[in-house]
């Protein structure tokens, strides 16, 4: 449920603020947020509430005590509460009553500490609602906005302005974040702490960033979101105009514990945040350290316009470890033009080395760095530069980083290629590194750290370049034409006719009807229960057919006791696993061809099975067409959902059997699936090349399998009934791809 | 050929040091090293050679000058030559004939500059070999050893004292890491620019460190290695006794291809590194910045005694970054035991989590970290633990590191279990952070490193538990027993008589009775021209048989153009691939019973091939045993051994067909295997359960796998004239392991 998108400039851009439980105190909360606001040089008016003081008729740094909250002026901007927990509702009534538009509640001992505290959050989130004011908190540590000068917070130290807004769901990491940024010198243009989050999330907050001129990029740390639609829905419009970098804690099994123990909330599978980020268009990465070195390159560089990076060096190792780290990203290391290699050549001593990485040597000055730089800029095939410097003898940081910074600010970058430097070491780069920082070009302390972050650019590029947007909601209808296979409401009464009749599970041919109806290419299959109807289902169907034994237990069971799953295909030259043979072993016969071969296959898998599984309960075979399968060179392949508690259907799709899963190979999409995202879930996985062909596999119908999971994706959606679907296998080959096996989970 | 171990005392630890070439001016190297030998407080005595100022009677830095390398006094321990290349080679030869003990040589413009440099160096080394003289560099950057207050380099800067050694290939490296090392106040014992390498190499230099009493761990920075068997056998004997990190640039084909470019040697590839590495107890690091997290914690702490990790934090945020860190690390989180909950229950105020991660809550200060740290050491299930801070308002970072320290080096720490601390921020908490560091407890950035580092201490750990020591060479003969498969010398016959019909080479029967020779289990194969020959050949071999195409071609196309080759296997349930049917499709037929079948079988193999590929040269088909092979639920693996250039025969080991390679699911160690070597291959790969019957797979005999790998092992080491070797498929099921393809590659 989208909602309503809050008016955040009185809490971003307000124009008088007053601070209730001002103090002259730096030991108290409300004494660190008033000298904050003072020394940040707020230009607002400020207005300090203290009763104690107004009576004596003291001043509060230099501005007048005001005695209480009724005293402010109506319709005051923001005011910032830093009383404590008891006394904050009663404030806030009085407040809301005057019509304060935002407030920012410091106090902690709300919905983290239990029931009552959490009847008190939901109190305090009424009066705000009903009030129509902006809430950020409780449990916050305050805000700051450095375009008004406005630090509303008791963080310690005054960020500088720049491109960066931050975001950030734990008090903790405002406050580590702030002390890191501070020491890289990196600038804010918004810090946001959003405490509990009673209402203002980080949806609202994103949407504002979106639009805000001073946001460049937006860095989020979270560890839930409060409502995965909207979530989706902000962070998906949001991330067509900017870069959205997310650290999500709890991105392990592991992770996502200790989370529920932190935050007590039931939040999604990592798989379901992962799917969520990318269809949304947000960038997430894994450990903090990368949030700085990825927020600094979107802060100051244009995107390239394609892989190609040039890594210039006055060494050779830095620059080996830069082309290692470049081989396990999505970046390349093209080699330079003739012309671009020409001129590299009048430029270097005899034993540099022109190619990818260019080793300019370790007595290179800044004139040499500059004219490698600018021939490498000029080529075609660089879409990025990388300038490494090492502290040799001969190395000058300082007049480099100057070079460079005229080089890639200037005439001699006329494509505005962005670019990087590592400089290597502490204290014998720092002058240079500090220069460079400054003038907006990205210095690391590690190679590896700067290819990261370049490709981090490179990828956000290839996501801006997709015509496609994103999908919107992970609620709302599928695109028209999204799905076009066709639907019937019998999917609807099979499965609410098994959830009256109390069943967790369908299963069996009932399973592959519901299917069928759903649109999905089922293979035509019927339940015979002696093998004189198995011969008449065949008929009916059509020959050739397929038996297998049918039982009500559940899946895994029946693959194993029939001893059949695992078989690897074979490929290697000279030899030959003898896939043709007993078939009996398998609890299935294949490609029957006659009356009397179905007769036969139906008595021997019956009489296996209570030979060897007595206890079992066996309702006879399935009888199933045979026609059109793929032959040797087609995939089983498995497609599915469950329903995660965040974000909905949570779709997969992977190789059937074990191997996918034990190789974690299988890509997630969230539901409603756009045609791209379909695409992207086949090309995701480890062997799509298989499926187009490769090394022997058989040229796999894509189209076909886009379908099935856009068809998959409306099951999801229309019966909402139903906590999960598995279809497998899905047999893939040159002429199409059928559904044998369907298992229906209800709720 | 393991060198005779040089004796490195005299570069050491040298009792008198020679500066040839000595300077007053700091913009010389002479001067530089001068300057760095007095600064760093070496106490031995010192000779600066400079023939301008003795003839001029002139002191240099306050010693007298020596007029020449000639008035020496005779078997000084070690000349610092630091003259111009030109004047490099005349100079050693008096130093040589002095009897000079060991000389640095720090001049560059030799090898690496081509031919003419390369028959200067080669010249260096016979002067100094001939003499019996120790010899660093050429194109070193010298050596610093702080336990005889030695600096002999022109370095800038004079690391503190401590456990670290550390060595590189890179001068560049060496003076980022010194500068790095410098700033985070890390000490080192001996620190080492290795340069060309003309005779002291790494191996040479390991097993002086790995004798040095004040070295704890050594870390080494490489491109490649001068000698893979030396460097193996060095390696591991001295991880035995001490860790030993490795940062291998060039660890991707990109940055291995990079590598060539630099020091234009042909390297090894990185999976025979990796395998070199893995095998001789070495850890590799992969980014330059994990040298110093690890180093830091190896230097200062013990091993934990299992993977047991406790985290203690006063923030909920980083305690979930660190447990998502955990779970990919091989690091677990136990659960506190009983009696630590209940005390930990009385230490912490209520809404604190005793669970692990340890939230002891954002009001912490040092008494409540103490009192939870030593109720977490002295648990039975905790093996280390990692202390995390965050500056918020009320935490105290000086005093709790003073605490931290405390409880981990005193009474509450009996067990000696690791400690490692992230004290989130910068400025707020450097100086809690300095404080631990000085105490010898590391202190990282961020909650990522600070596993990954303990996590690396475990792994170290693990290996040295394991009773067998590592293979101690890569040429040596397989340690009696290892092999216990009877080897025939018609294998050598086989493969000397195609070398000599100048075959590149050997395939289809004839490669399978090399391998059977050579003690691999191969299935009994024979070729059949006519159908006649085949049925004969079928009631020798015995039937059931399987019928495959035989075709001199390269193996890749038969399996292409027979159209066999993929096939997942199934085991969802419900469903059933027709593993069954069309078997000439396979290009083979498999368990053919009798006569009429292997008759009917060659006629359809050789009729369609003629009719779909007429240009196929058909030699006829192979007739092969087809009794024991496994069934479904069987597998169809890969196993060979190709011959790396650096460390020999590099084995390999995964799935047959496609999947393996696609998936990166495969395997490598060096010969000779150990049979430890040899299970950890097969327990490596990530299928490895499926070999235990997970899931429905068989039951592999274990046993005749690692006795295959250790016969490949052996036939690789015994015929060198073989470059490479595959064995695929083989079919490994309950029953046993059957070679049922092979081709061997000739030099």
């Known amino acids: 449920m989208p909602q309503q998108p809050r008016d955040l400039k009185p809490l971003f851009e307000p124009a008088a603020v007053a601070v209730v439980g001002a103090s002259r105190s730096q030991a108290k909360v409300g004494g660190l947020v008033l000298s904050n606001l003072l020394e940040a040089g707020y230009r607002g008016r400020v207005y300090p509430v203290n009763p104690a003081a107004a009576l004596q008729g003291k001043d509060i740094m230099d501005l007048p005590a005001v005695a209480s909250v009724a005293e402010l002026p109506d319709g005051l901007d923001l005011a910032v509460v830093c009383l404590p927990r008891e006394q904050v509702l009663a404030e806030m009534r009085i407040l809301a009553a005057k019509g304060v538009r935002a407030a920012i509640v410091l106090a902690a001992g709300f919905r983290e500490t239990g029931r009552l505290g959490f009847e008190a959050e939901m109190e305090l989130k009424r009066i705000a609602q009903d009030a129509g004011m902006v809430l950020l908190g409780p449990n916050s540590l305050g805000l700051i906005s450095t375009g008004c000068a406005l630090n509303a917070s008791f963080a310690i130290g005054q960020p500088k302005p ?11 990491m405002c406050v580590a974040v702030l002390d890191w940024a501070m020491s890289l010198n990196m600038g804010f243009s918004r810090f946001v702490s959003l405490g509990n989050k009673a209402l203002i999330d980080e949806s609202a907050v994103l949407r504002y960033l979106g639009a805000d001129p001073e946001t460049r990029v937006i860095v989020g740390y979270c560890e839930s979101v409060e409502d995965g639609g909207e979530f989706m829905a902000a962070a998906a419009e949001v991330s067509t105009r900017k870069p959205v970098l997310m650290l999500k804690a ?52 244009p995107l390239p316009a394609g892989p190609g990076l040039a890594i210039l060096t006055n060494s050779g190792g830095p620059g080996i470890l830069a082309a290692d780290a470049c081989a396990r990203s999505a970046l390349t290391l093209p080699r330079p033009s003739t012309a671009t290699l020409s001129r590299l050549t009048e430029i270097l001593p005899g034993f540099a080395s022109a190619y990818n990485p260019v080793d300019i040597m370790g007595d290179a000055g800044p004139q040499r760095y ?12 660089t879409h990025a530069v990388l300038v490494l410097l090492t502290p040799t003898a001969l190395a000058q940081a300082e007049a480099t980083a100057r070079t460079v910074i005229e080089a890639a600010n200037g005439e001699e970058n006329p494509g505005k290629k962005p670019v990087a430097a590592c400089f290597m070491g502490r204290e014998a780069v720092r002058a240079g590194r500090e220069l460079l920082q400054a003038a907006g070009i990205p210095c690391y302390d590690f190679p590896e750290a700067a290819v990261e972050a370049l490709d981090a650019l490179y990828l956000h590029f290839r996501r801006t ?49 519901a299917a069928h109806a759903a649109g999905l290419p089922v293979l035509t299959t019927g339940l015979a229960r002696t093998s004189a109807e198995a011969v008449r289902l065949a008929e009916e169907i059509g020959l050739p057919v397929s038996l297998h034994l049918a039982t009500p237990e559940p899946g895994p069971a029946a693959g194993a006791w029939t001893g059949g799953g695992i078989g690897f295909g074979g490929g290697g030259a000279g030899g030959g696993f003898g896939g043709g043979g007993d078939p009996e072993a398998l609890g299935r016969f294949a490609r029957l061809r006659d009356e009397a071969g179905v007769r036969h296959a139906f008595l021997a898998l019956t009489s296996r099975a209570a030979r060897l599984r007595p206890e079992a309960y066996v309702t006879g075979c399935l009888v199933q067409a045979a026609t059109g399968l793929p032959g040797q060179g087609g995939f089983e392949l498995v497609a599915g959902f469950t329903r995660d508690p965040q974000f909905g259907p949570l779709l997969s799709f992977g190789l059937a059997g074990v191997s996918s899963e034990l190789l974690g190979d299988v890509s997630h999409r969230l539901a409603p699936l756009t045609p791209e995202d379909a695409r992207e879930m086949l090309r995701e996985v480890r062997f799509y090349p298989l499926l187009r062909g490769a090394r022997g596999g058989s040229v796999v119908s894509l189209a076909a399998l886009e379908r099935l999971l856009l068809s998959v994706s409306r099951l999801a959606q229309r019966l909402p009934m139903l906590v999960g679907a598995e279809f497998s296998p899905v047999l893939a080959g040159p002429d199409g791809v059928f559904i044998a096996g369907a298992r229906l989970t209800l709720g």
Request: proline share 3%; charged share 20%; hydrophobic share 40%.
């Open 465 to 513: 370049q997709k015509q496609q947007p994103p999908a919107t909601s992970c609620d709302g209808e599928l695109s028209r034409g999204a799905c076009d296979a066709p639907w019937d409401e019998e999917a609807r009464y099979i499965v609410e006719a098994a959830k009256t009749r109390g069943l967790i599970e369908i299963s069996g041919v009932e399973a592959l009807e």
């Open 250 to 301: 709890g991105s392990t099994a592991a992770g996502a514990r200790a989370v529920s123990a932190h935050t007590g909330a039931i939040s999604g599978s990592p798989a379901a945040y992962r799917a969520a980020f990318r269809q949304s268009g947000v960038l997430q990465v894994d450990e903090a350290e990368q949030l700085f070195g990825l927020a600094q390159a979107f802060a100051t560089q």
């Open 370 to 381: 500059r004219e490698a730089l600018a021939a490498l800029l000029a080529d075609s095939q």
């Open 162 to 172: 720049g491109g960066v807004a931050f975001f950030s769901q734990s008090g903790a």
